[in-house]
Every structure is written in C-alpha cells, then in structure tokens.
T-cell receptor
C-alpha cells in the first residue's frame, strides 16, 4: 500500500503544452506539499496545503496551479511548459502534530523538449 | 532568512568505515532539524529529527546526529557504513511557525567495497 502516490512517474512533453501531475495520500494527513528538485538535486518547496487550503506559495510562476479537491489529493497543473520546468516534482504529506516529518512520493520526472 | 549549508557535495568512503556528513544552518528563529535520505530514483525518507531535548538523536539504519546550537550545526554520523548506505543525504530545517522544509543542497555518500 503506497502511502503517497504520484502519477505519472515520467512525463515527456513539448514546450508550450499543458500537463498535470496527480498526487494522493492514504495516510490521513492534513498537510500536503509540492517540492521541485532540479538537475543539481536541489529541493525547494513550491506549495503547501492544509485541509485543502493554500498555506504557502513560494513565488512560483502563475503557470503552476495546484488544486486540492479533498485533503487526500493535491494535483499540480502546469500551463505553457518551458524548458526550465524540467525537473523532478515530489508530492509529500505530513500530519499536523509532526510537521517537518514529511512522507514523500516517488517523484515525477518531467522533461520538457 | 533561513538557510542550510551542506559542506560536502560528495563523500566517498570504504565499507565499514565511519562517516560524518556535515550540515550547518542559519536561522533567526527556533528551528526543527531533519536528515532525509534519497535512494536512486526514489522519494525522500526521514532518517532522523531534532525537535527539542537531548542533542544527540538516533535514527534509522544506525545513523545518529548531534545538534550543536552554538555552532549551528547538525552533523550526521554512522560508525560503520554499508554498501546499501550509498544515497543522497539531505539536511533540512523547519523554521518554527512555518509549515515548510528548507533543504540543503545534498551530500552524495558513495560507499565503496
């Protein structure tokens, strides 16, 4: 039973396209996140949601729009993809009493060509 | 602003040797400290955490870390490494009151036979 699952695992697409990455967690956590890991392995938070409400938006371009239909899901939609969006995107979740103890998905490797 | 510095980008070591991965942080507020491990093509997994109390914390897989407030450090150690410890290790802070993790750039631990 996967705790935090992301789909797809790999995504190759052309510049200018719109794509979505889905994330689901079955841990009952209230908080979910999207992190971006660049080619140098550097990890940076993009968004944080708590009970479907946006808590953190780390100056991410408007082309990135997260959506949380319920507290178990946090999807990431990206419009007008650019070469610089190529990265590995990680979804994560954490319980409210142990924020910082994040459970990560396997990642989605996005390649924009 | 909070930041995390991992002083070594790569640490090669022979099997059964001891290892120390260094981490320094800067923060004007209280922090919670974490080490995460990322095995190839996988998401991150929590190794250990410091929230309060004893400055020596033990984690999974025989790792431990020591919080040193005066030196603003949280170095990770293992007395005897195995081939299976080969992975990327990330130090992270969660600034008090903020629902996000700030990661260091990572240290690649390569264990050789």
């Amino acid at each position: 039973d996967t705790a935090v699952s992301q789909t797809p695992k790999y995504l190759v697409t052309q510049m200018g396209n719109d794509k979505s990455i889905k994330c689901e967690q079955n841990l009952g956590h209230d908080t979910m996140y999207w992190y971006k890991q660049d080619s140098k392995k550097f990890l940076k938070i993009m968004f944080s949601y708590n009970n479907k409400e946006l808590i953190i938006n780390e100056t991410v371009p408007n082309r990135f729009s997260p959506k949380s239909p319920d507290k178990a899901h946090l999807n990431l939609h990206i419009n007008s993809l650019e070469l610089g969006d190529s990265a590995v995107y990680f979804c994560a979740s954490s319980p409210p009493e142990r924020m910082g103890e994040a459970f990560f998905g396997q990642g989605t490797r996005l390649t924009v060509v | 602003a909070q930041s995390v510095t991992q002083l070594d980008s790569q640490v090669p070591v022979f099997e059964e040797a001891p290892v120390e991965l260094r981490c320094n942080y800067s923060s004007s507020v209280s922090v919670y400290l974490f080490w995460y491990v990322q095995y190839p093509n996988q998401g991150l997994q929590l190794l250990l955490k410091y929230l309060s109390g004893s400055t020596l914390v033990k984690g999974i897989n025989g790792f431990e870390a020591e919080f040193n407030k005066s030196q603003t450090s949280f170095h990770l150690r293992k007395p005897s490494v195995h081939i299976s410890d080969t992975a990327e290790y990330f130090c992270a802070v969660r600034p008090g009151g903020y629902n996000k993790l700030i990661f260091g750039a990572g240290t690649r631990l390569a264990v050789h036979p």
